[in-house]
């Protein structure tokens, strides 16, 4: 079956005052519709490719035919982290992590005051469009990584946890160029109960 655009798991004025209603309606039923769909018409040209689940098609990008490989890497990366965004942001969220995966920022990185300011250096550092994660590597271990444009985690057989986008289109509305605010004011909606999740 054709890959779908899935519905925001809030509705679209859910994340104010942080992240604005246009920005969502904007980002989600343009942007993100827009990778669906051309990840939808490059699949086509291979229909059976259709019966692979798009995490699969993305840890293994080495079967996809060459012809669409670029394609499928783009857009269905773009889908991927699109759907995932969604997922780890809330209304009513953000604060210090619980359970898990607290233990495991702890763990990893000291204390949740550093994961967070070496998350939003990442975030804020990275050079042009890409995203920030949270990620766990092949060795289990946790890790903050940035990745440029459509790369996710999956392609490098990890697994991510969080992740901010910082493409300009996901702050451009509100936050113009201050994408350190942007990031900042995200920290507010972060959905721990999904990272965990995920952790689990």
């Known amino acids: 079956m ?17 992240i604005d209603e246009a920005t969502l ?36 990008l080495g079967s996809v035919p060459e012809d669409i490989r670029t394609a499928v890497r783009r857009n269905g990366g773009q889908t991927y982290n699109h759907t995932m965004y969604w997922q780890v942001m809330g209304p009513k969220a953000g604060g210090p992590p619980k359970g898990a995966i607290a233990d495991a920022i702890n763990k990893a990185f000291g204390d949740f005051d550093t994961f967070k300011t070496k998350f939003s250096q990442a975030a804020t550092g990275q050079f042009g469009s890409g995203w920030a994660w949270l990620l766990r590597d092949r060795e289990g271990t946790l ?24 493409w300009e289109h996901a702050y451009y509305l509100k936050y113009q160029n201050r ?18 999740r995920r952790f689990k």
């Open 2 to 18: 054709a890959h779908e655009l899935p519905p925001l798991p809030y509705p679209y004025d859910a994340l104010e005052p942080h």
């Open 143 to 166: 890790a903050i990584e940035a990745t440029a444009n459509e790369g996710c985690p999956l392609m490098e057989r990890k697994w991510p946890l969080l992740v901010i986008d910082v």
């Open 25 to 60: 309606h904007v980002h989600h039923d343009k942007h993100h519709a827009a990778y669906v769909n051309n990840l939808n018409a490059a699949l086509e040209k291979h229909p059976a490719l259709f019966s692979k689940s798009l995490e699969d098609l993305l840890r293994d």
């Open 179 to 196: 994408r350190p605010d942007y990031v900042q004011a995200w920290w507010n909606l972060v959905n721990w109960d999904e990272v965990n």
